[in-house]
């Protein structure tokens, strides 16, 4: 008897809630428009709308290929506040790297019999971010956001906007002071160029579950999260999925078609500033071993291409030492990784290959442009505030270096001399970056260590500093949510 009272009373819920037919809607409640990504048409077709995970899961697995990965939102090595992000990715049966579509949900501690058990964060309190789902587009090509979120009774998928919404939003930062931005979605803040983005995209990929280092816990797991860290991927395989996912959308016509739909110079930020960032580190754990990897991407920037330079963990451990690092939640000094480094986006790399691709660009014009700001550093200001030289029109150069010319400030001086020295040829760049790397390995090998280690501080807070942390939506590196790097210890 009770038991049909229970389904009865499902039944009822489920019908007003969308069981019938599944209606996304926007960010306005209209219902959404139909969308060409393979989620859109699963969720059409479903008799019953996914609440939570399971169920999305259980739509989609019959569908296409699901894996899984973990990242410890708090740090590897700070596990006891049971934070923790899933995201997940489906691909089509025989195309494991090209994953169409993206998702991702969160862990909390919830007290089960006094005890404090990781389980999914999949309440239905008003407001909560239940799922959050990026997905491929094939009429539009390029990628639909969408998000679950919690109405107290139920919950709602939304569908948010698409990539081309995201550049819109995003077409002001570092163009206009104070920085503005758009509102059409909040994924804008953080998915700064429209596709997905991994911080720790490099192995060995710092706080996320890798096979060579599975993440660790201190609180027991509930039966629906041992059910997936018994399916859990190495964050390999993810990172291959989001470099191939941030490829296609730079690869497709219809994206290029937006960007170059709007201004030259909003088309060569990427080359005079930083859009989005990436994490590195060394490449073994900071317990292992006297010697530490410093990934040159860091020292040099992104066309350095050298192997790590090796320092004394002694004299690295002096520095955390005596910069007083700490991690703000922890006793430890330092991350899981040594060298913990924020670099120039992945994505920003591929958005300059595709302008040299379409004639804006050579070799010689990166890398002047590029180095004209002090090497090893990060979030350039003065190098980015030069690119309101650039005048809009597709044959910039000739009047870029005639703006140069009459600036005053070191660094339009010193971008001058270069675009105007034809013997500063990308080969000649090539043998002064090895000999830059010749001597700045000897530098740091025999100890000297301290400027650049107060450089690699530096690059951290430029990036809290930055336009593209200043989206009251959200922050690339998300601050209350993500601890990543030690602080100075109060
Ligand atoms: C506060 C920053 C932030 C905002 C805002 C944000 N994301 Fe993300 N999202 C991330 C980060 C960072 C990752 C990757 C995990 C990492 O690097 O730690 C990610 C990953 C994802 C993933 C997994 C695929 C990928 O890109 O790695 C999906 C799906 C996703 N986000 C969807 C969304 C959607 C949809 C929105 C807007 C409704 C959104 N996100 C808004 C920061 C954000």
């Known amino acids: 008897m009770k038991s049909q009272i229970v389904i009865f009373l499902f039944l009822t819920v489920g019908q007003c809630f969308g069981q019938i037919n ?144 995201i550049i819109l939003d995003n077409q002001n930062i570092y163009l206009s002071q104070p920085a503005q931005f758009g509102h059409r979605l909040r994924c804008s803040g953080c998915h700064t160029s429209g596709g997905p983005i991994m911080k720790e995209l490099a192995y060995p990929h710092n706080d996320w579950w890798i096979k060579a280092r599975p993440l660790v816990f201190e609180n027991a797991q509930s039966e629906h999260v041992l059910k997936r860290l018994r399916e859990v991927d190495s964050a390999e395989n993810f990172s291959i999925q989001v470099q191939a996912g941030m490829q296609k959308l730079e690869a497709s016509s219809q994206f290029q078609m937006i960007k170059k739909s709007l201004s030259i110079p909003v088309q060569l930020r990427p080359l005079f500033c930083d859009l989005e960032i990436n994490i590195q580190s060394d490449i073994l754990p900071i317990d292992n071993g006297p010697i530490i990897q410093i990934p040159v991407a860091s020292l040099g920037g992104p066309f350095t291409g050298r192997t790590p330079i090796a320092i004394s963990k002694g004299s690295y451990q002096a520095l955390l030492q005596k910069f007083g690092l700490q991690f703000p939640e922890t006793r430890h000094q330092d991350a899981d990784h040594a060298w913990l480094t924020p670099v120039k986006g992945h994505s920003d790399l591929l958005a300059i290959a595709s302008l040299k691709a379409a004639g804006l660009v050579d070799d010689k014009t990166i890398l002047d442009i590029y180095y004209s700001a002090p090497i090893g550093t990060l979030m350039n200001k003065d190098r980015c505030q030069l690119l309101k030289l650039v005048p809009n029109t597709r044959n910039w150069r000739p009047g870029f270096i005639q703006n140069l010319k009459t600036q005053n400030s070191l660094i339009a001086k010193a971008l001058y001399q270069r675009m105007t020295d034809p013997a500063l040829t990308p080969a000649a760049y090539q043998k002064a970056i090895g000999d830059w790397y010749v001597q700045t390995s000897r530098k740091l090998g025999a100890g000297d260590l301290e400027p650049t280690f107060k450089q690699l501080l530096l690059n951290r807070q430029s990036v809290i500093e930055s336009d593209i942390s200043k989206n009251p939506k959200g922050q690339i590196l998300e601050p209350g949510f993500r601890v990543i790097f030690p602080v100075k210890r109060l």
Not at 47 to 76: H, M, T, Y
Not at 110 to 121: E, F, P, R
Request: proline residues 2%; aromatic residues 14%; positive net charge.
């Open 22 to 165: 599944c209606t996304i809607l926007t960010s306005q409640g209209a219902k959404a428009p139909i969308q060409n990504d393979n989620f859109f048409k699963a969720l059409s077709a479903a008799n019953a709308c996914p609440q939570n995970i399971e169920s999305v899961n259980a739509l989609l697995d019959s569908l296409f290929q699901n894996r899984k990965f973990l990242v410890a939102n708090r740090g590897r090595n700070n596990p006891k506040q049971g934070s923790f992000s899933f995201f997940e990715s489906y691909a089509g049966k025989n195309r494991n790297a090209d994953a169409d579509i993206f998702l991702g949900h969160f862990t909390h501690l919830k007290n089960v019999g006094g005890k404090a058990v990781i389980d999914l964060d999949q309440s239905m309190n008003k407001g909560q971010l239940i799922i959050e789902l990026i997905a491929w587009d094939y009429s539009k090509g390029y990628y639909n956001f969408y998000e679950l979120i919690g109405q107290g009774a139920y919950n709602q998928w939304f569908y948010r906007g698409d990539s081309k919404d």
